[in-house]
């Protein structure tokens, strides 16, 4: 059964550097999302991107984040300049299409920021 | 605003019990409905989704009830394992967009 899969797994930062989380979604999907879950919290919305573009964002999204298709099988998170706060379960999901709804997550990155 | 209110925080059954969760939305405009599993370290899985065009949906185990007028749903787990023993997020969304995710119903199934 296809997955979503996430790399690396742990990803351990000082505060202030730039990290990139990667993700490969479902090969057919054609929408894609990044989830954040801090320890012990409610899943919440980062952003989402289709079409090469970002489609929706919250408020947590801010300028401090980035994400890109940098090919036609990677999604990936860019945050610029990390935080204590930013320290996360991060969770990628994609989908078939807005008709399908379903969201598929992938096993997600744990970043901490030291 | 909390888009999604979810109880209870935990939840304790002996093995063949039937938890409940409950979950309440605010948004009208929500059209589907899903309810993801996770278990420690690993993320989100689907269980089981409904749209506000019926009232139930079961599948194997697991069955969404779903009451448009008072804009709530609920997770039923019929004769529940140690193997339930899991955290549950109810979640909602319109149109594909972003999901709306509930603060999520620790279950523990005692054998």
């Known amino acids: 059964e296809p997955e979503v899969t996430q790399t690396p797994s742990h990803q351990v930062t000082q505060m202030g550097q730039e990290v990139i989380l990667r993700c490969v979604p479902i090969s057919n999907h054609l929408y894609f999302y990044w989830y954040r879950q801090i320890l012990g919290q409610k899943v919440e919305f980062l952003v989402s991107?289709?079409?090469?573009?970002?489609?929706?964002k919250s408020e947590i999204f801010d300028d401090q984040f980035s994400v890109e298709r940098p090919d036609g099988s990677n999604f990936t998170l860019k945050i610029r300049s990390t935080k204590l706060e930013d320290s996360a379960m991060y969770f990628c999901a994609s989908s078939e299409g807005r008709a399908s709804d379903t969201q598929y997550f992938g096993p997600g990155t744990r970043l901490t920021v030291l | 605003q909390q888009q999604v209110k979810q109880s209870p925080q935990s939840l304790i059954v002996q093995k063949g019990g039937i938890p409940i969760i409950n979950c309440a939305y605010e948004n009208t405009a929500f059209d589907y409905f899903p309810w993801y599993q996770q278990f420690p370290g690993k993320g989100p899985a689907l269980l089981i989704a409904i749209r506000p065009d019926v009232s139930e949906k079961k599948e194997g185990r697991f069955t969404i009830s779903f009451n448009k007028s008072a804009k709530q749903f609920s997770l039923h787990i019929m004769d529940s394992q140690p193997g339930d023993s899991a955290t549950y997020f109810c979640?909602?969304?319109?149109?594909?967009?972003?999901?709306?995710f509930g603060t999520g119903t620790s279950l523990t199934v005692i054998p």
């Open positions: 979640a909602a969304s319109k149109a594909g967009n972003q999901f709306y």
């Open positions: 991107f289709y079409n090469n573009e970002i489609s929706e």
